[in-house]
């Protein structure tokens, strides 16, 4: 099957992968590339040259991994520079029998599609969450069912207009088109998350850098999400104030640390390129926990805002770098959330941790949009492969 190449835009580094299905059982890497940069913050860029220095050298690199050239690139979009917009349609059931036919769901979605009033924004993809048919409501593709009235709840994924002009401006000297934009979370929550544990809402938990993402997703679709701006650099950023140390210190310090466990020792010493230290590990145990309280209490508050009730026991996953690669992270979070969290994650030889996953689940997500010579985009005759690649997974 022919390679294809993602770009993955995290809040602290650029990823380039090019790799290809194995008879659909698995991704061969070509080639891959990570690269620092200066990040994001808030849904805005702040270094447009660090972005495209960070994005031309992770394409030129994996260029050179792979021994290809790179022509088209699918770019992961980040949950800051996206949106969701739930809309629901109806559409009669002409002749043929009163039976839904292919060309009805691409119809159907159209429409919902239609009822969209968005300026700034430019449409990723279309993904039915629910279908209804003679009032009942399915996941289940209704193609060739009998009804009058066909109905869908579509969620609609959007992407910044400013987002893709400094894609596109920063892939233009390499001669690189972008083949499509997808969305990171609906990717990882496709390639994390089980199809059967998708009937009902689950919850994916994507702690990075500079934020975290907290996303629903419903069958084949996201509904929802919120952005919460703490991640692993503030849990650094609090350890380098507050034991008065350089940041590349506190990540280490960082690392050592683990959640609900009694120190072997009442101290640490840290050492810095000026000297080493003694460190009281009650300071360090404080100044985390602060935080990552912090952040379970805005976890929390956002899970309720999206309507989501520990008590209702949802399947839940962890993804991202940050807490959820701490030792006892996991942990800390599931006692905090009082949630059952999995974690889950693409395997790939040497790059088997939760911080490549978003890369890994956006090149799958591609590969199978892509499959059969299948196009992405919403034009009539494609959609329904589409979602049959997407539901199921």
Not at 93 to 107: L, Q
Not at 117 to 135: A, N
Request: with cysteine; charged share 20%; glycine share 8%.
């Amino acid at each position: 099957m022919k390679p294809a190449a993602v770009l993955d835009i995290g809040s602290s580094k650029i990823v380039c992968l090019c790799g290809s299905f194995v008879n659909h059982d698995g991704i061969t890497v070509h080639g891959v590339s990570v690269c620092p940069y200066n990040g994001y913050q808030g849904g805005v860029f702040a270094d447009h040259r660090s972005l495209h220095n960070a994005i031309v050298e992770s394409v030129s690199k994996a260029e050179q991994e792979a021994r290809m050239r790179i022509r088209e690139a699918a770019i992961s979009v980040p949950a800051p520079f996206s949106k969701i917009i739930l809309t629901e349609a109806t559409l009669p059931i002409g002749n043929r029998g009163k039976r839904v036919m292919a060309e009805d769901i691409d119809d159907v979605i159209s429409l919902s599609l239609k009822k969209v009033k968005l300026s700034g924004y430019v449409l990723m993809h279309s993904t039915p969450v629910s279908f209804t048919v003679g009032g009942a409501v399915s996941s289940a593709l209704p193609t060739g069912a009998k009804t009058e009235e066909l109905g869908a709840l579509v969620s609609h994924m959007y992407v910044q207009e400013e987002f893709v002009r400094a894609m596109e401006q920063a892939l233009a000297p390499l001669d690189i088109e972008i083949s499509m934009s997808v969305s990171s979370q609906l990717c990882a929550a496709l390639a994390i998350i089980p199809e059967k544990e998708r009937v009902r809402p689950a919850i994916l938990i994507d702690v990075g850098y500079t934020h975290t993402d907290v996303s629903i997703v419903e069958n084949a679709a996201l509904t929802d999400i919120r952005t919460i701006d703490i991640g692993g650099k503030h849990l650094s950023s609090d350890l380098a104030f507050g034991l008065d140390i350089p940041l590349e210190t506190a990540e280490q310090v960082k690392r050592r640390f683990v959640f609900l466990q009694e120190p072997l020792s009442s101290t640490e010493i840290v050492r810095t390129p000026t000297g080493a230290k003694r460190v009281d590990h009650a300071a360090i145990e404080l100044i985390l926990e602060a935080r990552a309280g912090e952040l379970v209490t805005l976890i929390r508050a956002a899970l309720k805002e999206m309507g989501i009730s520990p008590e209702a026991s949802p399947i839940t996953y962890l993804t991202g770098g940050g807490i959820a690669m701490m030792k006892g992270g996991i942990d800390y979070l599931k006692r905090g959330l009082q949630l059952e969290i999995q974690r889950d994650t693409p395997w790939v030889a040497d790059m088997d941790t939760p911080n490549y996953t978003s890369c890994f689940a956006a090149l799958d997500f591609v590969l199978r949009a892509t499959s059969d010579d299948i196009v992405t985009n919403t034009s009539p005759g494609t959609l329904m492969d589409r979602l049959r690649n997407l539901f199921t997974k």
